[in-house]
């Protein structure tokens, strides 16, 4: 069956450093993968997307790869700020109907 | 522009009554999704709809039918609730970009 795997547990990191986030998955062949940023008691929200054509996307602090060999995906986040502590949700598209698989979310506490 | 609305925010049920989720978007997407989340694990999709007058089951439609009532409402119906049922619920609809666009969530808690 199709798997997606984040890291369960919680990221800790200093201000100023970069975050990495990984995103697996098994059983699958995506046309697209995205990542989402999850507030507590709030909806998902879109940050970006990579398509299966494409190895790096960026968007301003934010740069997502995308190894289809590996089946992987890094979501980094540069220059962390406290404001980015959240879930960080993978997830993958399968380019029909545009259902999206998602990973169970690794969060991310950023420490001034 | 509101974007992803639903109602209600909270709502606790007793098991075997029934109640419909409300959504509705305002951008005008063809496709609307219904998800459920639950703790340790990643959204689930319950139903979609590819566009008005289409619906299509998703990984966990059991226990649950859905409505397009036109482009901008999608609602969700638990007909006898079960404390199986307990999670959050999301709404989304999806532009053309393939951006999923979610609403604020239904708290549900089924007794």
Redesign the interface.
């Known amino acids: 069956s199709q798997k ?1 795997e984040q890291n ?1 547990e919680a990221l800790n990191i200093q201000e100023g450093k970069t975050a990495t986030l990984t995103c697996n998955y098994t059983n699958y062949s995506p046309a ?1 993968l ?1 990542w989402y940023r999850q507030d507590p ?6 940050l970006l ?1 990579i398509r299966e054509n494409e190895k790096e996307k960026r968007k301003e602090r934010l740069k997502v790869t995308f190894d289809t060999t590996l089946k992987q995906s890094l979501f980094h986040i540069t220059a962390s700020q406290p404001a980015d502590s959240a879930t960080y ?1 993978c ?1 993958l ?1 399968d380019g029909g ?9 690794t969060r991310l506490a950023v420490h001034p | 522009n509101a974007g992803v609305t639903q109602t209600p925010k909270f709502q606790v049920l007793k098991t075997g009554q029934s109640m419909t989720l409300q959504c509705a978007q305002d951008m005008n997407h063809n496709s609307m999704y219904w998800y459920r989340q639950d703790p340790g694990m990643g959204l689930r999709l319950i139903y979609y709809s590819a566009s008005e007058g289409t619906t299509d089951k998703g990984e966990v439609p059991n226990g649950y039918n859905v409505s397009r009532l036109n482009k901008r409402e999608f609602s969700l119906r638990l007909e006898s609730a079960a404390p199986s049922q307990t999670s959050v619920y999301f709404c989304a609809s999806r532009d053309s970009t393939d951006t999923q666009y979610f609403g604020p969530g239904t708290r549900l808690t089924v007794l």
């Not at chain 1, 008691?41 to 879109?46: A, H, I, S």
């Open positions: 997606i369960s697209y995205q008691g709030r909806g998902p929200v879109f997307l949700l997830a598209g109907y545009n259902k999206l698989i998602f990973g169970a979310g």
